[in-house]
């Protein structure tokens, strides 16, 4: 059940926020009473939305790289003096860099780690301490559904999935008892600028705008796992346990 309010007063601070699920969830939250931080390396398209957006005080927006280490701890610091601690970081940055099926390109499999799997840890270590000492907090870290088998179309993709998606476990299983919550989300295809440079077939692929929302409920609704669209979900769990001689003859076709 939705409640009112959740948001207000809060500090969210949400990363991957110029385009696609991350615009439409900055928007969604910018019709809260949340303190709000919106990060993303091109921070023109940040601005552009939101001057199309009911003013609002409270509000930092920040051109940071989340794969620079020093800039997210510089850009924290700031948060910390204007806002104060975040109460939920959404952390949802992330890259698939376009591999062509018949060559793994290096230096896009190492920045889509970057940016993917350790823009996810640079946010995660500073807080962890802050986190605990006042024995609350909220990462959401969002995952992918194609983050169980190794799908040719996107290796490095997949594996910096499948590195978020593990880290997150393991962080929800010790902070638990420390009062700390960790969301993991996963979603199927969603209609983005990232998407659309997809050579495959996406079946089941619902709008950003669509995702955004159910992100925005789940984490009201405390879920610790948030999987859409329900089909996706559903084969992707068929092929996470399927024998690899039938996984990589149906990934060929």
């Given at each position: 059940?939705?409640?009112?309010?959740?948001?207000?007063?809060?500090?969210?601070?949400?990363?991957?926020?110029?385009?696609?699920?991350?615009?439409?969830?900055?928007?969604?939250?910018?019709?809260?009473?949340?303190?709000?931080?919106?990060?993303?390396?091109?921070?023109?398209?940040?601005?552009?939305?939101?001057?199309?957006?009911?003013?609002?005080?409270?509000?930092?927006?920040?051109?940071?790289?989340?794969?620079?280490?020093?800039?997210?701890?510089?850009?924290?610091?700031?948060?910390?003096?204007?806002?104060?601690?975040?109460?939920?970081?959404?952390?949802n940055a992330g890259v698939s860099l376009g591999e062509k099926y018949e060559i793994l390109d290096e230096k896009a499999t190492r920045a889509t780690m970057e940016i993917n799997f350790f823009g996810v840890v640079n946010f995660v270590h500073p807080l962890l301490q802050p986190f605990r000492e006042r024995k609350s907090g909220t990462f959401v870290i969002v995952s992918s559904l194609a983050d169980g088998r190794g799908y040719p179309q996107s290796a490095a993709y997949s594996a910096s999935k499948a590195a978020v998606s593990i880290f997150a476990e393991s962080l929800a299983i010790k902070t638990a008892p420390l009062g700390l919550k960790v969301i993991t989300v996963k979603p199927g295809f969603v209609k983005t600028p990232m998407t659309d440079k997809n050579q495959f077939p996406m079946p089941f692929m619902i709008s950003a705008e669509k995702a955004a929302e159910i992100i925005f409920n789940g984490i009201i609704n405390g879920k610790r796992m948030i999987k859409f669209p329900f089909m996706t979900s559903l084969l992707t769990s068929l092929a996470n346990i399927a024998p690899y001689k039938i996984f990589a003859k149906a990934v060929r076709r």
């Amino acid at each position: 059940m939705n409640t009112p309010g959740f948001y207000d007063g809060k500090t969210v601070l949400l990363t991957g926020a110029s385009t696609g699920i991350g615009k439409e969830l900055a928007i969604k939250l910018m019709h809260t009473k949340c303190k709000l931080v919106l990060v993303a390396r091109r921070k023109e398209l940040i601005s552009e939305f939101v001057t199309s957006q009911p003013k609002r005080e409270n509000l930092i927006i920040s051109g940071c790289d989340v794969s620079d280490k020093e800039a997210v701890s510089l850009l924290l610091d700031e948060v910390t003096q204007k806002m104060g601690q975040p109460d939920i970081v959404i952390l949802n940055a992330g890259v698939s860099l376009g591999e062509k099926y018949e060559i793994l390109d290096e230096k896009a499999t190492r920045a889509t780690m970057e940016i993917n799997f350790f823009g996810v840890v640079n946010f995660v270590h500073p807080l962890l301490q802050p986190f605990r000492e006042r024995k609350s907090g909220t990462f959401v870290i969002v995952s992918s559904l194609a983050d169980g088998r190794g799908y040719p179309q996107s290796a490095a993709y997949s594996a910096s999935k499948a590195a978020v998606s593990i880290f997150a476990e393991s962080l929800a299983i010790k902070t638990a008892p420390l009062g700390l919550k960790v969301i993991t989300v996963k979603p199927g295809f969603v209609k983005t600028p990232m998407t659309d440079k997809n050579q495959f077939p996406m079946p089941f692929m619902i709008s950003a705008e669509k995702a955004a929302e159910i992100i925005f409920n789940g984490i009201i609704n405390g879920k610790r796992m948030i999987k859409f669209p329900f089909m996706t979900s559903l084969l992707t769990s068929l092929a996470n346990i399927a024998p690899y001689k039938i996984f990589a003859k149906a990934v060929r076709r």
